[in-house]
């Protein structure tokens, strides 16, 4: 992929954290340099460059229409399902190129898995979607093996004790809140490296939405987790690292923790402190 | 002549009635504010004109014809008995004498007399009816007129005038089921006389035995043949529509860019505007001759006109509502589900089995639902192309014949319309109308509620 | 539990070997759905491309026939019939009528094949000189007259009605070979066949044969078939004439009735129909009659219109009415829609401003959705003009050979012509005439569709 020529002079927009590496001692496994987006003929993300610590969150945050969801389905190509969409510049996982040739977009997407902004179990029973992932990757071979996978994905999500007892009946009689941890659950399933998650609780109530929150912080310890979110708040109870986007641009991005108390940019203050949104 | 005259009359009366209603409204606008505005006055005055108008003439259009034939029965002299012919021609030369046609032949000084007779009777009934509905129409007119006050509702009184209407119009297609309904189950009742119920939804032979003379029953009327003819066309025109249709669908919305849809799309309905009698033919002289050639090729009987042609071409006839139905519904299948199953890093075609189809499952099945009830139904192509062999076999290389062949056959055949052998048509015209309005209902029920799911 | 055993990293490398193996066999998959899909497709295609292929390569040729360049001489000898008759002053119209259609009788036993036969001879003489060859063929009379359509017999016969003094004179005209001396002049008869298996006589073949190398025998466009009206006697000369008329009759009675109440009704029950279970019974009714088999509705003509009300059999009112009631849902389902379609803030904007519900349906929405209601009742014509299955119930299938004057006469109809020909024993020479019927059926479906797009492209352009 070549970087789009407009996006070099962008300084701004490259604001590679002071202390890279500081939190959970991670190196670095995802990087994005220069990507752009376009929608047909219109530009949608403008040289973006980041890189993504492992097994931590990172939130995305800036106001609706920023890009920041656009951007976050790059990192899986999900952009491609949408026509007219051109995606250009790099982005690399384990210092691989994502748009490689020898690389199937299907081997990806089972290594970078996406939780949506609204719940979208499939129409099938509980276990037939969580089995799903799996049993088209050809993960499973029997059913004990399946039966098993299907358990440890459910307890992973906190969703087995609700669930154990009706494993057979539709995913969509779930309430929101079950129908979302099912969708992480499957995610879980098909056993993947990074953990997309755009706005994954902006459908929930308050209360599904903590126990979406709790469930976050504990895959951070086994997955590279990077989530799309509207709410300011939620960015700075769930993750370690936040990026700040408006008008399809970069703006910012550090430590959570700097993010919030002490920003950079007049731009991230403004949006923090409620001025533009 | 006279009925423009009588329609100039009408438009007349309308145009001062309506001139009337708004000059007079625009006077009373100078004491208060109107409650309509005075179009609205005009439009209430030119109906109370010309409604009474019409209904006037409306009743003697209807009623025209019985006096008419009154004022001549008094005229014939006693020793001609109605109701014989010569009766009937001397109704006729009157009638001709009166419209000043003239007759071939000696005129009767009767006839003369009761010829001019009858010419000035309907004559002056004419002019007092016009007269009549004219003055009515004035009365109305002056009535209304004198009662027009800025109060008053007009607008309100001539909507309710187009609702009327309206509802009347909507009613039409109520009296239509009503219609169908009672005259098939009275005829069916009528057939029943000839025929047990028994023997004809449970007979295995097919043979109504026409005969010219007698009213009777003379053959065996058991449905059962037609039932299997029917069934087996339409299996076969759902085995050629439902996957070409389906697969169509799937690829014109999942696969096709949109200038590629934009483009076949069209061309694959064209399939579905051309009339069936079209593909009638086309399967008669060219679908069944290449089947039956095929047949011989590897050797294996196949008739031109058998239940293999007739279903085949029914088929293709089929596809384009397969395939608009079944696309209408995979795209109401949320893209959020699609999507889900994408970012699990299913492949496109497993995310259209596994998860697209069977969320669409139900919507489907409804679509396939209204085909059979379209494939029942159609009577053209099977008429030419089945063959019409009311014989039971499961042999599709046969020839079959259908509900709607049989109902054809009956009903353009030389038997007298209150035979069995007519009747029968009615009888299997019911059954064809509960079958298919079962599958309407329950395609109806389904597709609404697979589209209430994702709403 | 393999995943307790092995490492993280480790699982995620088995995973990432496994998908990968899995990867061809899927894209395979894929690639086979995908070709699934598109076979379908072209298939479809592929159905419409050889279904008008089939249907012009048949019957294009139909509208070229074969005809012979004669001169007719209108012997007196053979016309021997008085004067005609003039009105005479005091003779009632009965009387007058009655004495011409006596003269008319007589001008039609007139024995016009021989006039015929004398034609045929000339233009066989006129062949002979030009060919050079010199021989002169003996052709019988009933060879002669085998190879002229005889409706050419009414051609001459009217010439003499519309002016009886041409008696006597000689006319240079274009007549049309018969059904079977086409046939054979277009090559769909076999020359191998012995001669009792031919419809034609050896004489007449080598006379067709002969005039079509000297080119007196040759193609023309046959306007006939857009201005005659069907015929059993003389199946060259049969046209469409009253099959068209029977159908705008039709189109008429469906136009002024189908719409205006179908509409009406859309208008109810979009706009002003209160929520209630009379108005869900009209709703689910509609929905039902749009897909009861339109031969069932040929069978309410039959008992209600037919039986009960003894109308005509065989009127276009009579089929006008029943294709009423038939396309009357598809108008009404279409013309909702297009209701439904104008956005609910045009409704509320017209009622803001102080307008009446029917003022703001009349004066607002309706005029919005002109083109959409103009589009659903092309639509529904063009539907009903297909329409065949009922037609034949209420005794359309009767052979009709005038122009229907008024809708209360006996009529054929564009569809059921089509029935009536495909059924004609003549196949050799109907097979082809039939796809030309249906050639020119479909060009008006077409026209009907394409007037219903321009129109539509029209009226949004100006909305």
Not at chain 3, 51 to 62: K, Q, R, V, W, Y
Not at chain 3, 271 to 279: D, G, I, L, R, V
Not at chain 3, 367 to 392: D, F, H, K, R
Request: hydrophobic share 50%.
């Amino acid at each position: 992929m070549n970087a789009t020529p407009d996006t070099s002079p962008m300084g701004a927009n490259r604001i590679i954290p002071s202390a890279p590496a500081s939190s959970a001692g991670a190196e670095s496994r995802i990087s994005a340099r220069d990507v752009t987006v376009h929608y047909g003929e219109k530009q949608a993300i403008f040289g973006v460059s980041m890189e993504v610590p492992e097994k931590s969150v990172t939130a995305f945050i800036g106001p609706s229409g920023c890009g920041k969801s656009t951007f976050l389905r790059c990192f899986n190509r999900m952009n491609d399902t949408i026509e007219g969409c051109r995606v250009g510049g790099e982005i690399t996982i384990d210092g691989e190129d994502i748009h490689r040739p020898s690389l199937d977009v299907v081997e990806l997407r089972a290594r970078v898995g996406m939780v949506f902004q609204k719940p979208n179990p499939f129409p099938k029973s509980i276990y037939d979607n969580i089995a799903y992932g799996p049993r088209i990757h050809g993960l499973v071979k029997s059913k004990a093996e399946t039966d098993a996978l299907v358990e440890s994905s459910l307890k992973k999500a906190g969703l087995w004790k609700e669930v154990s007892d009706r494993l057979d009946q539709p995913g969509t009689g779930l309430s929101g809140g079950q129908q979302q941890r099912l969708c992480i659950a499957r995610t879980i399933a098909t056993g993947p490296e990074v953990i997309l998650m755009d706005e994954p609780c902006s459908a929930l109530d308050p209360i599904a939405t903590s126990i979406v929150e709790d469930l976050i912080h504990e895959l951070r310890e086994q997955y590279t987790i990077i989530i799309v979110t509207h709410s300011m708040q939620q960015a700075a109870r769930v993750s370690q690292k936040t990026a700040f986007f408006h008008l399809g641009k970069l703006i910012e991005y550090g430590e959570t923790e700097q993010i919030f108390v002490n920003p950079r940019e007049k731009q991230t203050e403004a949006y923090i402190t409620g001025r533009i949104g | 002549m006279t009925s423009v005259l009588i329609a100039a009359l009408a438009l007349i009366l309308m145009g001062v009635a309506y001139q009337q209603g708004v000059s007079r409204s625009r006077a009373l606008a100078g004491a208060s504010r109107l409650h309509s505005r005075p179009q609205y006055h005009g439009a209430f005055l030119a109906l109370w004109a010309t409604v009474p108008l019409l209904f006037v003439l409306l009743i003697w259009v209807v009623t025209s014809g019985m006096i008419q034939d009154w004022y001549i029965a008094s005229q014939i002299p006693a020793e001609i008995l109605p109701g014989t012919t010569e009766y009937a021609s001397a109704a006729a030369r009157l009638r001709n004498i009166a419209s000043g046609f003239g007759v071939a032949g000696e005129i009767a000084p009767w006839e003369a007399e009761a010829g001019e007779g009858l010419a000035r009777f309907m004559t002056i009934l004419r002019l007092s009816i016009v007269a009549l509905g004219a003055l009515l129409g004035v009365a109305g007119l002056l009535v209304m007129r004198a009662r027009l006050s800025p109060r008053l509702r007009a607008r309100n009184h001539v909507e309710t005038v187009i609702k009327t209407v309206l509802i009347f119009c909507s009613i039409v297609a109520i009296l239509t089921t009503i219609g169908i309904v009672v005259s098939l189950v009275t005829e069916t009742v009528r057939f029943f006389t000839y025929v047990s119920p028994v023997d004809f939804f449970f007979g295995t032979v097919w043979n109504p035995g026409y005969s010219t003379t007698s009213n009777e029953a003379s053959g065996s009327y058991g449905m059962l043949p037609l039932l299997a003819g029917t069934v087996m066309i339409s299996a076969i025109a759902m085995l050629v529509a439902l996957p070409v249709g389906l697969m169509s669908a799937i690829w014109l919305t999942q696969y096709a860019t949109p200038r590629l849809r934009n483009v076949i799309k069209p061309v694959i309905e064209v399939l579905a505007g051309i009339p069936t009698i079209v593909y009638g033919f086309f399967a008669l002289v060219t679908v069944g001759p290449a089947l039956s050639a095929f047949g011989d090729f590897i050797g294996f009987g196949i008739n031109a006109t058998s239940a293999l042609t007739a279903g085949i071409v029914m088929g293709i006839m089929i596809i384009p509502f397969i395939s608009s139905l079944s696309d209408d519904i995979i795209r109401q299948v949320p893209r959020a589900m699609r999507d889900g199953s994408l970012g699990l890093g299913a492949t496109k075609s497993e995310t259209i089995r596994m998860v697209i189809v069977p969320a669409a499952l139900p919507g489907i099945v409804g679509a396939i639902l209204l085909a059979v009830s379209r494939a029942i139904g159609e009577t053209m192509i099977v008429v030419l192309a089945a063959g019409n062999a009311p014989i039971l076999r499961f042999d599709p290389t046969e020839p079959v014949s259908t509900f709607t062949v049989t109902i054809v056959t009956a009903l353009t055949g030389d038997a007298d319309f209150a035979s069995p052998q007519s009747l029968v048509a009615f009888a299997l015209g019911l059954t064809l109308f509960v079958i298919t309005l079962m599958l309407n209902i329950g395609a109806l029920v389904i597709v609404r509620k697979y589209r209430e799911q994702y709403e | 539990m393999t995943e307790a055993l092995e490492t993280e990293a480790e699982a995620n490398t088995r995973r990432r070997a496994q998908v990968r193996k899995s990867l061809s066999r899927r894209n395979r998959a894929e690639k086979r759905f995908k070709m699934l899909g598109l076979g379908s497709v072209l298939a479809a295609m592929a159905f419409v491309a050889v279904l008008f292929g089939n249907i012009l390569t048949n019957g294009l040729p139909a509208f070229w026939q074969f005809n012979i360049d004669a001169e007719v001489y209108f012997d007196p000898e053979i016309i021997n019939v008085p004067e005609v008759p003039v009105q005479q002053a005091g003779q009632s119209d009965a009387d007058f009528r009655a004495e011409m259609l006596g003269w008319q009788r007589r001008l039609a036993m007139v024995n016009w094949n021989r006039i015929l036969v004398s034609s045929v001879e000339g233009a066989l003489a006129e062949a002979e000189t030009a060919d050079g060859a010199g021989t002169v063929t003996e052709i019988d009379t009933r060879s002669a007259q085998s190879i002229i359509d005889s409706g050419a017999r009414f051609v001459l016969r009217d010439m003499v009605l519309a002016d009886p003094t041409i008696i006597g004179e000689r006319r240079e005209m274009q007549l049309l070979l018969s059904a079977d001396g086409d046939n054979w002049a277009k090559g769909k008869l076999s020359r191998d066949l012995p001669d009792d298996r031919q419809q034609l006589s050896r004489a007449a073949r080598d006379a067709i044969d002969l005039l079509t190398e000297e080119g007196i025998v040759h193609r023309a466009f046959a306007w006939h078939i857009f201005t005659n009206v069907d015929s059993r006697s003389s199946p060259a000369s049969a046209g469409l004439a009253g099959a068209f008329v029977g159908s705008f009759y039709m189109m008429l009675v469906v136009i002024l009735l189908a719409v205006p109440i179908g509409v009406s009704s859309a208008i109810y029950l979009e706009e002003f129909a209160p929520k209630n279970p009379f108005t869900d019974l009209i709703e689910v009714n509609i929905n039902n009659l749009a897909a009861v088999p339109s031969i069932v509705f040929g069978l309410l003509g039959a008992a209600v219109f037919i039986n009960i009300f003894h109308l005509p059999l065989s009127a276009p009112l009579v089929g006008g009415l029943v294709l009423t009631l038939m396309t009357l849902p598809t108008i009404i389902i279409a013309t909702r829609s297009a209701l439904r379609a104008v956005p609910p803030s045009l409704r509320q904007a017209a009622l803001g401003i102080g307008a009446s519900k029917t003022q703001m349906v009349f004066h607002h929405v309706l005029p919005v959705t002109y083109p959409g209601i103009l589009t659903a009742s092309i639509l529904g014509v063009a539907q009903a003009l297909g329409e065949t299955a009922p037609l034949l119930l209420i005794g359309m299938n009767a052979f009709v050979a005038n122009v229907p004057a008024t809708p209360m006469d006996q009529s054929a109809a564009l569809p059921v012509q089509i029935y009536l020909w495909q059924g004609n024993e003549n196949r050799n020479f109907f097979e082809e005439r039939t796809f030309a019927a249906i050639i020119v059926l479909l060009a008006l479906m077409i026209l009907l569709n394409a007037l219903a797009i321009w129109l539509r492209g029209r009226l949004e352009r100006k909305a």
